[in-house]
T-cell receptor, first 107, second 115 residues
Framework: RKEVEQDPGPFNVPEGATVAFNCTYS??????FFWYRQDCRKEPKLLMS???SGNEDGRFTAQLNRASQYISLLIRDSKLSDSATYLC????????FGAGTRLFVKA | ETGVTQSPTHLIKTRGQQVTLRCSSQ?????VSWYQQALGQGPQFIFQ???????GRGNFPPRFSGLQFPNYSSELNVNALELDDSALYLC??????????????FGPGTRLLVL
């Protein structure tokens, strides 16, 4: 079992759609959780940190369920510019990235 | 702009050669991590440096080694290059807060091609 697993994707959605990404992690001792965004041939950039209480940043909502070892990212009202790969990241003694889920938003 | 810089941007080597990649961390960050990202995959953790010492390592062989300097910049050295070492090598810097991984800021990466 991979330490961090994400939906394999790709997700193809029309503009304005709501899309949800899921991620599970295996190490219950993990302490920090993030979503990063990576555009084609670019470096990953932080989208948002993830907290047990849930957090929201504009159209983006992230949720952490420690009991189920599950992390989610919800994007509302998708824009063409949201097209990218979304990486789930779990930190502890070392940082583990998921393989990423590719999102294509179409006009 | 994150402030993390890497050099060179691209590199072509042949099997068996050695390579050194460089990274300057963002101002105020004392921890540097290195990642290998193969095409279509997520970044794989190589190792992390804090206060000039290795502070965690992923599943990479000893021919992957590193250094951190007093100014927190860092080098990644790879000996005896293999074809599978072809990848994007990413450096990320972060502040150290006692063991909990803080947000990491990535440099643009070095694309290594091994022929």
């Amino acid at each position: 079992r991979k330490e961090v697993e994400q939906d394999p994707g790709p997700f193809n959605v029309p503009e304005g759609a709501t899309v949800a990404f899921n991620c599970t992690y295996s190490n219950s001792a993990s302490q920090s959780f993030f979503w990063y965004r990576q555009d084609c041939r670019k470096e990953p950039k932080l989208l948002m940190s993830v907290y047990s209480s849930g957090n929201e940043d504009g159209r983006f909502t992230a949720q952490l369920n420690r009991a189920s070892q599950y992390i989610s990212l919800l994007i509302r009202d998708s824009k063409l510019s949201d097209s990218a790969t979304y990486l789930c990241v779990v930190g502890g003694f070392k940082t583990i990235f998921g393989a990423g889920t590719r999102l294509f938003v179409k006009a | 702009e994150t402030g993390v810089t890497q050099s060179p941007t691209h590199l072509i080597k042949t099997r068996g050669q050695q390579v050194t990649l460089r990274c300057s961390s963002q101002s105020g960050h004392n921890t540097v991590s290195w990642y290998q990202q193969a095409l279509g995959q997520g970044p794989q953790f190589i190792f992390q440096y804090y206060r000039e010492e290795e502070n965690g390592r992923g599943n990479f062989p000893p021919r992957f080694s590193g250094l951190q300097f007093p100014n927190y910049s860092s080098e990644l050295n790879v000996n005896a290059l293999e074809l599978d070492d072809s990848a994007l090598y990413l450096c990320a810097s972060s502040p150290w807060t006692g063991g909990i991984q803080e947000t990491q800021y990535f440099g643009p990466g070095t694309r290594l091609l091994v022929l």
